[in-house]
T-cell receptor, first 115, second 111 residues
């Protein structure tokens, strides 16, 4: 196992609601990335957090926001949920140095269903 | 053009076959490259990193061609347990950092 944990495992929400997903990174890792994976597609990069600041962002609207805490755990918040937000949300942790970012290790994901 | 493109699947091969996957990327500033494997309804798991010099791990060989901007994965002597989706991953700096996954190529290995 990677040591990356996510909660909750599954979640059902209705359109317009807000959701918070959580991720605990692997020990020794300082970076967390979040991905959205729709059925039959590859994971889509949402954003990355490094040292509690956003370090890169994919093509997602501002209603997708995040936080990273001093212990390097992280939250993904999604406001005003839409039906298309139904997906598997994956968190990945890694160790970023001044030279590069090491391999990312994934948690088991949170499956979000928006009705 | 997509930032990372993979061979469309699925690939259906018999046990023992050799199968090759290709992946192209558009950003020449890309820094690091990986192959991940994803089983149905599971998270992606690292298969191997990809280096310009090429690297091998048992039955798996990965190659990177920076000039042509593509990476490849070769699986020799396919096993039933190799059946999965194989994802090509590219990291590049862009006012921070960005990771792009390919859409994945599904492999079915049959007895």
């Amino acid at each position: 196992e990677t040591g990356v944990t996510q909660s909750p495992t599954h979640l059902i929400k209705t359109r317009g609601q807000q959701v918070t997903l959580r991720c605990s990174s692997q020990s020794g890792h300082n970076t967390v990335s979040w991905y959205q994976q729709a059925l039959g597609q590859g994971p889509q990069f949402i954003f990355q957090y490094y040292r509690e600041e956003e370090n890169g962002r994919g093509n997602f609207p501002p209603r997708f926001s995040g936080l990273q805490f001093p212990n390097y755990s992280s939250e993904l918040n999604v406001n005003a949920l839409e039906l298309d937000d139904s997906a598997l949300y994956l968190c990945a942790s890694s160790l970023k140095t001044s030279v590069t970012t090491d391999t990312q290790y994934f948690g088991p994901g949170t499956r979000l269903t928006v009705l | 053009r997509k930032e990372v493109e993979q061979d469309p699947g699925p690939f259906n091969v018999p046990e023992g076959a050799t199968v090759a996957f290709n992946c192209t990327y558009s950003n020449s500033a890309s820094q690091s490259f990986f192959w991940y494997r994803q089983d149905c309804r599971k998270e992606p798991k690292l298969l191997m990193s990809v280096y310009s010099s090429g690297n091998e791990d048992g039955r798996f060989t990965a190659q990177l061609n920076r000039a042509s901007q593509y990476i490849s994965l070769l699986i020799r002597d396919s096993k039933l347990s190799d059946s999965a989706t194989y994802l090509c991953v590219v990291n590049f700096p862009t006012g921070g950092f960005k990771t792009i996954f390919g859409a994945g190529t599904r492999l079915f290995v049959k007895a």
